[in-house]
């Protein structure tokens, strides 16, 4: 599986921002798209994640009712609409797969990472 993420950008406080994840090569209906997150200086940060085939989601605390996550399965596209953001959201965001169908917020449950898109928050 490959991942191509993209969407990123400078803002202002407050705005929204939609990134995409496009996935290519095998995938399966137990393949799960997660979003992770890292600041400079800090660990690899779950975001959320959600299944293909039935679209279940789990996300972290820190997005829940501000970030939605979502599929397009024709496209093989995931994307993560983020609202109201702040400089803590502040990161470069990696998409990641796993084939085995679990929704787990733990980076070492992922073995196919994408390159990373830089969203930068301004106050």
């Known amino acids: 599986v490959q991942l191509q993420a993209s969407g990123g950008g400078s803002v202002q406080a407050g705005d929204s921002l939609t990134l995409s994840c496009a996935a290519s090569?095998?995938?399966?209906?137990?393949?799960?798209i997660a979003w992770f997150r890292q600041a400079p200086g800090k660990e690899r940060e779950f975001v959320a994640a959600?299944?293909?085939?039935?679209?279940?989601?789990n996300y972290a605390d820190s997005a829940k009712g501000r970030f939605t996550i979502s599929k397009v399965n024709a496209e093989n596209t995931v994307y993560l609409q983020m609202n109201s953001l702040t400089p803590e959201d502040t990161a470069i965001y990696y998409c990641?797969?796993?084939?085995?169908?679990?929704?787990?917020?733990?980076?070492?449950?992922?073995?196919?990472w994408g390159q990373g898109t830089l969203v930068t928050v301004s106050s």
């Open positions: 990641a797969a796993s084939i085995r169908g679990l929704l787990t917020s733990s980076p070492s449950g992922y073995v196919y």
């Open positions: 090569g095998r995938t399966f209906g137990s393949t799960v």
């Open positions: 959600i299944r293909r085939n039935d679209g279940r989601k």
